[in-house]
């Protein structure tokens, strides 16, 4: 088998292909559109179309495809073969400019909110070129934007090449203040680290919970947990280590930079971390990361769960969005950097992100909002619901001298005067101890630690750029007209370090009493449920920001707001509904037959031995009775809530019955149904149980 470097992107059309398969002019063109959001031609289009198409079919692909992310979260894909007739009775492989830059996918069943509803059922599909084609088993892949023929926004991506036009204008105008007119463009970058759980193929498939959910909703504890924490970065088992050796090569194949792998805390459950990219290529590659995970799990025997808590009990899986701004001329602007100059650089794009998280946590959090999602935020695991960010101690020394006026307790020990005196470097150890924030400063990046395991890492994107380009746009505003720059920015920062230092939190984020400081003393918002969260999209304030950066329209907007929504009350009502069906069709049964089972031995011992106790008999069949009872008159419950919820007719009350009323009674029943676990012998339960499906690959 070739090496690595031999194969590695050997799937994409990337830049290397480009340059030695276009015509050098071309290529430039192409180039400028790629790196500038330089317009592109027919004709230009024409020309990459026929070397995309030619290098395709040399490597095996007979269809393409407009790739998108529509508001389902999953990506989606229309196939369409290169095959076209010839005059002379044969087939060429072909591919058209017009069919390279613009799809009309039928996407009357994609979720739009209501935006197409009225007037125009389609939707159209537009290439994005600054993610690369690649060829996914027999299919050209072409990253594309979806948009509604009104040109409102109809998936993931548009919003977040808006969001990145957006910081890109306003990091641009601070950089000309500080007199960097070399840079062309800053361009946000992320490394989403996805974690993940192995459970085995054929325990899964006789669990309906995870096959029409993605979660357990049965499982009493095992005796073991994750208490040990025996599985964190423990040895890989070799079936592991196979899927994952598989894993890699495939990913890398398709120029995903999987860097690191390891096993996490509970038992079964990975991470994988990829090499950092431009926040559009890192979202792409996060969908396809895991998309190939579940694929490449199936062939090992495996399936790999996405889902945000499969299992109660022991953590669920998240992603970390590790999230930076850099510049064209490849400067970190969350660099401290070596001189003065960019120190106070540094302290201007900080304390940027730090209102930004201020004012906007609301929309962070929303952005992350989901069904599964919800079961990790507010659970006593990382992170807590509540928005704050981790700076550590060196950098909330600095930020602390300069809101005071007073000496900096660093090296020198002097006062610290901006565009004069050179910072400490942040060194990774001092600031990556803090595992509990939402959002760490981690040396030369932020780790937005929030993001669901299943969730595409766009949205979080999206309010992070609109909420930081906002901060920007007002700092540039403010100081692009001062005389004395250097005493404005000082004054600046100072301001705004007094005005926003409620959301800093070195502290544990897992601690009742910091939820308490945090929502009580400093006024941070604590939404704990999709339904409390989402509602605050549409307030004046966010809506006024979305739209001033043209990231969002009002309609857009309301149509995420309902898409968003309906999801979250559609997932719980697919839980609910199973549950029903397995409490009915599996427990309920298995425990009666249990019982009965029994009290059949019990009749059999009396007759033989009218005298016999019968003691531990007699008790289990009486408690397990009683649970039986009881989980029949909880399962009425349930169906019950789902016929009362489909009556409701509103998305926004919907929302709110699923929070108070379905998901409460889904633990209740569910807490009845584990204890009957716990007292029923394991040869009658119906399905694997938690310990069955956490240490059984
Ligand atoms: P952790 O200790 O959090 O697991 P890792 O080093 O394993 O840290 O992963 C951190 C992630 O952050 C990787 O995906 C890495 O590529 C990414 N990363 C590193 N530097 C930057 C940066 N400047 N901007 C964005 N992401 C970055
Ligand atoms: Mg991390």
Redesign the pocket.
């Known amino acids: 088998m070739s090496t690595v470097p031999e194969y590695f992107a050997s799937r994409v059309f990337d830049d290397k292909v480009m340059r030695a398969r276009l015509p050098e002019k071309v290529y430039k063109s192409l180039r400028q559109t790629i790196d500038q959001g330089k317009p592109l031609d027919l004709q230009l289009a024409n020309a990459v179309a026929t070397a995309m198409c030619a290098w395709a079919v040399e490597n095996g692909a007979t269809h393409f495809t407009h790739w998108f992310q529509p508001l389902t979260g999953i990506t989606a894909e229309k196939h369409d073969s290169f095959i076209n007739g010839a005059p002379d009775g044969r087939v060429i492989m072909e591919l058209t400019g017009k069919a390279l830059i613009q799809g009309e996918p039928d996407a009357s069943s994609f979720p739009s909110g209501g935006l197409r509803a009225t007037f125009e059922a389609r939707g159209y599909t537009a290439w994005d070129p600054t993610s690369y084609a690649f060829i996914k088993e027999k299919t050209l892949c072409i990253p594309t934007a979806f948009c509604s023929y009104g040109g409102e926004a109809l998936d993931k991506k548009t919003p977040l090449l808006r969001s990145m036009e957006a910081l890109n204008r306003q990091a641009l105008r601070i950089l000309k203040l500080f007199g960097s007119t070399d840079v062309k463009r800053v361009v946000t970058?992320?490394?989403?680290?996805q974690e993940y759980f192995l459970v085995d193929r054929a325990m899964y498939e006789k669990r309906k919970d995870l096959i029409y959910t993605g979660r357990t909703l049965f499982g009493a504890k095992p005796p073991k947990g994750q208490e040990l924490e025996d599985h964190y970065f423990g040895a890989i088992k070799p079936r592991v280590q196979a899927y994952m050796d598989e894993l890699n090569e495939e990913l890398w194949k398709l120029g995903v930079?999987a860097?690191?792998e390891h096993n996490e805390v509970a038992p079964a459950q990975h991470?994988l971390?990829?090499?950092?990219a431009t926040t559009n290529v890192a979202t792409d590659h996060n969908q396809l990361t895991m998309e190939i995970m579940k694929k490449v799990a199936r062939k090992h025997g495996l399936v790999c769960l996405l889902h945000e808590k499969p299992f109660a009990g022991v953590n669920g899986s998240g992603k970390?969005n590790?999230?930076?701004m850099?510049t064209d001329t490849g400067e970190?602007l969350?660099?401290p950097g070596e001189t003065p100059y960019e120190n106070a650089r540094f302290l201007l794009f900080l304390v940027a992100v730090i209102k930004a998280v201020d004012e906007y946590s609301d929309l962070l959090r929303l952005a992350v909002a989901t069904a599964g999602n919800d079961h990790r935020l507010g659970a006593n695991e990382a992170p807590p619901a509540v928005v704050s960010m981790f700076l550590g101690d060196e950098l909330s020394a600095v930020l602390d001298a300069i809101e005071t006026d007073s000496p900096y307790a660093g090296a020198e020990k002097k006062k610290l005067r901006l565009g004069v005196d050179i910072l400490p470097l942040f060194s990774?150890d001092t600031t990556?101890r803090n595992r509990t924030s939402p959002f760490a400063f981690?040396g030369?990046?932020f780790?937005f630690r929030m993001v669901g395991s299943n969730d595409s890492i766009a949205c979080a994107n999206i309010m992070i750029n609109a909420s930081v380009a906002e901060a920007l746009r007002q700092f540039a505003d403010a100081l692009e007209g001062a005389e004395d720059f250097d005493g404005a920015l000082h004054a600046l920062i100072k301001e705004q370090i007094i005005a926003h230092k409620r959301i800093i939190f070195n502290g544990n984020g897992y601690d009742d009493a910091w939820i308490k400081e945090a929502t009580e003393v400093r006024g941070l918002p604590n939404l704990r449920t999709t339904a409390d969260a989402l509602p605050k999209l549409l307030e004046q304030k966010n809506v006024d920001m979305l739209t001033r950066h043209q990231i969002f329209s009002v309609s857009e907007l309301r149509s995420r707001y309902e898409i968003q929504l309906e999801n979250y009350v559609r997932t719980v009502r697919i839980e609910a509904l199973t549950m029903a069906d397995m409490a009915r069709r599996e427990i309920l049964p298995a425990v009666a037959a249990y019982a009965a089972a029994l009290a059949d031995g019990m009749a059999k011992k009396k007759a033989a031995e009218p005298d016999v106790s019968c003691g531990y008999e007699g008790k289990v069949v009486k408690k397990l009775s009683c649970l039986t009872d009881c989980a029949d008159s909880k399962t009425d419950a349930i169906e019950k809530a789902v016929t009362e919820l489909d009556a409701l007719g509103d998305v926004t009350k919907e929302a709110g019955f699923v929070r108070d009323t379905v998901l409460p009674r889904m633990a209740e029943l569910r807490a009845v149904c584990d204890e009957a676990e716990t007292l029923t012998a394991a040869s009658y339960w119906p399905f694997p149980t938690y310990g069955d499906l956490l240490f059984g690959v």
């Open positions: 970058n992320v490394g989403p680290e930079l860097k690191t991470e971390a990829p090499i950092y970390h590790n999230w930076s850099s970190n969350l660099s990774r990556d981690t030369n990046k780790e």
